[in-house]
């Protein structure tokens, strides 16, 4: 089984998180096309992926970059990398 | 026994005809070039050429033929889905699957087998029943019935699943049936190649040559052909294809594990599925345990195999057949799956002229083999999506107007 | 009649114990430490199974778990391999896949029909006419797998266990011993595991006779067993290799799931056939299979042998067999004038004659093994004119090796063939796998033992964390010892390929020239390597075939993908323990006490009504009514209960749900409602005020986890400063409703009830019962209500004094069922019944719920606002006329307009409220909107009238949920 060394938490095995998708931003001023666009469509070739790991046990997210294609994480961001602002 | 069998047992020679061509050079251009030798792409390439005359053909496979999903699927055919397109696609297949034999001589062992799956909550069991009112409405014969009936049909499985999450009930569907995935792979392909399409194995495309929308030509590792009609039919790879013309589609790729196990005589007809359970199996014409489950929760695109695939499995297996935990798991395999946000395919034409689109098949592709390739063939010949696939259609996703099929999201094979 | 020898020096035999056992109803006697096969096979029995598809007989063959043609069955187990099963007292055994007995199995007339089923001949045949195809099916079915079950076996499950190591070695023969030590010597906690129940590996059969082998096996043996950095593990084999080092171990006591840091695999070779007529029949065996059977069992396998080599190790076998006091009437080697070493030298002293440049081209007997005929060989054919017959009653087979290579494809090795060795060698390995010994090409002993230390020097380099380039070739032999074309073509055929399959070499190149060329698609078609050996015995031949017929080399040919299981591996210990977690609310004994029919809510168990079975629909209408006319009190735990806490908390509800939640009062509540970014519901609850900065949410009791996780999320890609709480199992919440809610409740509480100081939709903390609990005036039923939250241990407390002090009112607890027909009264929809997949907010009629207009943004609302004006079906509220006694429509019945399907029902009960039939319905527009009545098709078919009608059913002003028993009385 696959192993995730995490910050803070070390080596956990993968069954412990769910994996939820590529981090991506929403288009906050797109027009109908662009706002389907980042509804639906995804990054679905083999590549580096930004994604989202949330770890059921301890409650956290981790945002890792991972190929896709090997099954290797290739770093983890800091979440103020991907943070944006959303209109109040 | 049939007469066939006499004359090979008398011929002192064995002069089968071959079923594909020998390996030869790629023209250097064609009026049709297919992505991807599985099923799907195979189905085209017959269709094509049999019913529009469309010879001038090319159907490029990366690996060997039928050996991506076709070759890696548990060759469930149903048509008991949720939506009325569905429904009326997916019984369009039924029905061809049904004379494909003949259609080919070739057997494909196509066995009607009966098709149940199980509903172990009270809301699994709604949804049961909204699929079985669909499917009457269209004349398919599909209902929901009681554990006494289910009970007659699979005495030995263990309704009350060792006391969690019992079964209540489940839809029954009569015509579900079993065939020989490869079979029907090899089956097009020799009727394609016999119709004068060329195949062209271990031929991997690269590149996809446009000019202004229009596709001229695809690059492979054997060489460049020129050609104006270009159809992706491929799985697991088809994001590959599509970024090649720069076309962005919901297609995201998660593996699918499938196990069997050694070869025991045949005790079971039917084809069990529990949606709560996510596993499915069906007893093969070898004697082995077909078993399933659900996608892998993470994107991957690799066919590596996981052991908590089949931990899972096979614990969930014993509740509904307990006597299983003495049989042995053989092996198991993974495929890769086309997932689409609303469990529907993308089919027909793209906003890229000459460029057409059959993917998005997730776990559901073998038993639209025939149906797929004969409206894609449809489709390319006349450059007009067939009225059978425009449900699934690429600009559903920018319209916001999803197929319905994921009403009732379950493991569903 | 025995074929037992005296006793052998590493023989696995304790003599002292005897063991009765019978087979095909025969009574048979063996040691403890046989083997099933040897035990029969020392009783004289050489037959011990027959082949899949002929039926023709078979005997031992390699004594490896490959042995798949001497499967065996019980009443309580299939599919047993005899070659390996150890002998067990009273074991009852029969042949597997026989029709009538193994002796007079009614199906061996399959095989003179040999010659009419050509391989794949079921594709050709059976499916014309169409109608006939289901009775040739049946007959095929009926010869099909090999074992029988008896579905009424009951469930085993053995627990599995967790292993941690640094390195662990596959394989405890000569060179995995010696990477092991080595390796622990440098103070890796190795762990070293072999399939046997002995370690030593060929060094124990192979070499048991060897003297040099002697002082090594010595060595080896107690340096792994008595290093304390090694466990070692017999009896195990790695079932597979999965990613980042995950084994798992499969052995009589369960599985251990081993996660090592690297992994050598010292897997060694499996020997593989010579391809010949009659190359099955009983007598006929693997070198090492009879070395096995010598070295581990004490049996004569034969009187009278003639061993077929192409290597130096048959000449080995020989000088075993010779010193088991075995005949050997010749060796007879596949080429002439080939070095074969010191063996060869000490069998030509023994005045053994030698036929070189020879091949067997044919096995004769009747049922088993009588003479061979020999004929000389050019290495690619077989002159039958100048043959010769040599009696006797067995035939090593010493012709080549396969690498035992499954888990280094597995792990992604690369192999390549090699010409000097004529086998397949790892030619890239991925990083932490490592290979040595005979796998890895090192055959001679001193080869093997250097190998060994190479690999763990590797390893251990790699577990420091440096990098290498290792040198796989640095020991390798330079000498082939596997013919590369062990096959020899027959006029009529019965040369197999694959035992398991019944494939002839015949059957391997037809499938080929009818264009099956590639190495995928003849497995597929010819089905070769898909019996239960997976191919071990026949994958190699099969590859050295098809790069005959298509007339490239082995490489280009390429192999089949191995796959788990290396082993099959049973189903009980895959499976292991049951583990089905159950959550229970603090209440659940209240339940039970009360009578309670339990029903599954996700992974809770919650009260589904009160009563009997046969008195559901009454029990279900009198908690109905004890809600609507007197008090009601139900146990809603299972909601998800998170504390949002923080400077942000109102900006991470503002965005994550459709309503503004930054403009609720402190004290009060609102409606939650959560969309996806696609518009579609996904949970809905409550977010009620604690403080400025603090919130109080509910959630769903299958989406409160999920719901937890969003907002989780949210914080960090906003960058918020909020802090979560999950609270749903801390806190326990029972909802109190109905007209005397609040004069129930007043005299226990210090909260003050009044309408204006604690209104509806208010939230308050206080004391009840002397118990610190927040009420929340909720409307969900449709009664004044309170949903008390509280801590879980206080729980059981309350509800008992709730229910004592309510019994004046006439309370009465409800269930589930009770709920949902109370809130279809009031019209709230359930999400996941009354929602699906897609339904967004527009059309489940919660337009009110989506402030558009108001709120800039929210998840999902770019969607919501392009889905707004293109809604093409809306849930609606209908109703059947009072007194209606036809059939009942049920939920999901779909509603039929001009033939066609317009909608479903997803709601539907009798309410005792209104005495009349009421439901929800998702229905097309625009007839949802504009019809006065709709048409619904039941279960027998009949079209009936429903009246679609305005929602709420029952109170449409609200005011019970504002008032007092008083005021609406």
Partial sequence: MKLFDCPVIGKRPISEFDYCGEVRRPPLDADETAWADFVFNRNGAPQVLREWWYHRPTGRWYIMERDTLKDEVQRFIDPQEVRYDIPA | MPWRLLKYGLKKTHDEPRFFPAAKPLKSGYDVVIIGGGGHGMACAYYLAKEHGITNVAVLEQGYIGGGNTGRNTTIVRSNYLTPEGVRFYDTSLKLFEDLSDDFDLNIFYSTRGHFTLAHTDSALRTMRWRAEVNKRHGIDSEVVDREFIAREVPYMDLDCAGHSAVQGALYHAPGAVARHDAVAWGYARGAYNRGVEIHQKTRVTEIRTQGDQVVGVQTDRGFISCNRVISMVAGSTPRITEMVGLRTPIEIFPLQACVSEPVKPFMDTIVVSGSLHVYVSQSSRGEMVMGASVDPSVLHSTRSSFDFVEGLTDKMLDLFPFMSRMKVMRQWAGMSDITPDFAPIMGKTPIKGFYLDGGWGTWGFKATPVSGKTMAWTIAHDKTHELIEPFRLSRFADFDLVGEKGAASVGH | ?969
């Fill in chain 3, 1 to 969: 009649m025995t074929s037992r020898l005296d006793p052998q020096p590493l023989e696995w035999l304790d003599r002292n114990e005897t063991y009765r056992f019978t087979f095909e109803g025969q009574a048979y006697t063996g040691f403890r430490g046989d083997s099933v096969t040897s035990a029969l096979l020392a009783c004289g029995q050489t037959l011990l199974g027959r082949s899949f598809k002929y039926h023709r007989p078979r005997g031992a063959l390699t004594l490896a778990n490959h042995d798949v043609n001497a499967l065996m069955q019980s009443a309580d187990a299939t599919n047993i391999r005899a070659d390996v099963t150890p002998l067990q007292a009273g074991l009852d055994l029969r042949a597997c896949n026989v029709n009538g007995t193994l002796v007079n199995d009614r199906d061996r007339f399959i095989e003179r029909l040999s010659a009419f089923l050509p391989v794949g001949f079921y594709y050709k045949t059976f499916h014309k006419p169409k109608r006939f195809f289901p009775f040739w099916e049946r007959k095929i079915r009926e010869k099909a797998g090999l074992g029988s079950i008896d579905t009424r076996w009951t469930a085993r499950r053995q627990a599995k266990s967790y292993g941690f190591c640094d390195l662990l070695v596959i394989g405890a023969g000569a060179s995995g011993m010696q990477a092991a030590l080595t390796a622990a010597d440098a103070g890796l906690d190795v762990v070293l595991v072999d399939e046997n129940p002995r370690i030593g590996g060929s060094l124990d059969y192979q070499l048991a006779n060897d003297a040099d082998a002697a002082p090594v096996r010595e060595r080896l043996k107690t340096g792994v067993e008595g290093h304390a950095n090694i466990r070692v593990l017999p009896s195990h084999y790695a079932a597979g290799w999965y990613t980042d080092h995950y084994v798992p171990l499969s052995g009589p006591t369960g599985i251990i799931k081993m996660r090592a840091g690297a992994v050598i695999s010292a897997t060694g070779v499996m020997e593989q056939p010579s391809v010949f007529r009659f190359n099955d029949l009983p007598g006929v065996m693997m070198a090492s299979g009879a070395q096995r059977l010598i070295a581990r069992h004490a049996i004569r396998p034969g009187k009278r042998a003639v061993v077929l080599s192409a290597n130096g190790e048959g000449y080995r076998a020989a000088l075993d067999l010779l010193q088991a006091g075995i005949d050997v009437a010749a060796v007879v080697d596949l080429e002439q004038g080939a070095e074969r070493g010191h063996w060869a030298s000490q069998l030509a002293a023994a005045r053994i004659p030698v036929i070189e440049g020879h091949a067997i081209y044919e096995a004769q007997g009747k049922g088993r093994l009588e003479r061979v005929i020999v004929a000389p060989f050019d290495g690619h054919r077989c002159n039958p004119a100048t043959a010769r017959e040599i009696p006797c009653d067995l035939l090593l087979m010493s012709v080549g090796w396969a690498p035992a290579s499954q888990l280094l494809y597995q792990a992604g090795a690369r192999l390549a063939y090699d010409d000097t060795l004529q086998q397949l060698l790892p030619q890239q390995l991925p990083a932490g796998i490592f290979a040595c010994g005979r796998l890895n090409g090192a055959f001679s002993l001193e080869q093997r033992l250097a190998d060994g230390q190479r690999a763990a020097k590797d390893a251990c380099a790699h577990l420091r964390g440096e990098s290498l380039q290792p040198d796989l070739a640095a020991c390798r032999d330079t000498r082939a010892h596997s013919h590369p074309w062990p096959i020899i073509e027959h006029p009529r055929g019965k040369n197999f390929i694959d035992f398991d399959e019944d494939l002839q070499l015949k059957d391997l190149v037809n499938a080929a020239k009818e264009g099956f060329d590639n190495i995928e698609l003849i497995k597929r078609f010819s089905t070769i390597g898909m019996g239960p050996s997976q191919g071990k015995h026949s994958n190699m031949n099969g590859i050295r075939v098809l790069a005959s017929v298509i007339g490239r080399s082995i490489d280009e040919t390429g192999s089949t993908t191995a796959r788990p299981m290396f082993h099959p591996v049973p189903v009980s210990d895959l499976a292991g323990r049951r583990f089905r977690p159950e959550r229970l609310s603090a209440l659940h004994d209240r339940h039970l006490g009360l009578g309670a029919q339990m029903m599954e809510a996700g992974a809770w168990l919650r009260p589904e009504y009160y009563g009997m079975p046969d008195q559901r629909e009454p029990s279900i209408l009198r908690e109905v009514q004890a809600v609507r006319t007197a008090l009601g009190l139900i146990d809603v735990s299972t909601l998800g209960k998170i504390e949002v806490m923080g400077p942000d908390a109102a900006k991470l509800l503002d965005g994550s749900y459709t309503m503004r939640m930054s403009t609720i009062r402190t004290g009060m509540t609102r409606y939650a409602l959560m969309v996806d970014d696609s518009g579609v519901i996904v949970d809905d609850g409550i977010v009620g005020r604690v403080a400025e900065d603090r919130f109080y949410v509910t959630a769903t009791t299958s989406h409160s986890e999920a719901t937890y996780r969003t907002l989780s999320r949210h914080i960090v890609e906003w960058g918020l400063d909020v802090r979560l709480v999950n609270r749903t199992g801390v806190l326990a919440a029972m909802n109190l409703a109905g007209p005397h809610a609040r004069q129930l409740l007043a005299p226990l509480t210090d909260i003050d009830l009044a309408e204006d100081a604690f209104p509806y939709l208010g939230m308050r903390e206080g004391q009840l019962c002397g118990i610190p609990v927040r009420l929340i005036r909720v409307g969900f039923v449709g009664e004044l209500g309170y949903e008390i939250h509280l801590p879980v241990d206080a729980a059981a407390t309350l509800w008992d004094r709730l229910m004592s002090a309510g019994a004046e009112f006439g309370i009465r607890p409800f269930g589930v069922e009770a709920q949902r027909v109370l809130r279809l009264e009031k019209g709230h929809i359930i999400v996941g019944q009354d929602t699906d997949g897609l339904t967004n907010p527009f059309e489940a009629a919660m337009a009110w719920a989506v402030p558009l207009k108001s709120k800039p943004y929210f998840v999902g609302r770019p969607s919501l606002a392009l889905l707004k004006a293109r809604c093409s079906r809306k849930l609606i509220g209908f109703r059947l006329p009072k007194g209606y006694s036809g059939e009942r429509p049920k939920e999901c019945h779909l509603i039929i307009e001009n033939g066609e399907m317009a909608g479903r029902i997803t709601s539907i009960a009798y309410s005792p409220s209104l005495g009349q039939l009421i439901g929800l319905a998702m229905v097309d527009l625009p007839l949802a909107e504009a019809s006065l009545s709709l048409s619904v098709c039941v279960d027998s078919g009949d079209l009936i009238q429903i009246e679609p009608c305005a929602l709420p059913f029952y109170d449409a002003e609200g005011k019970r949920q504002t008032a007092d028993l008083t005021e609406v009385a």
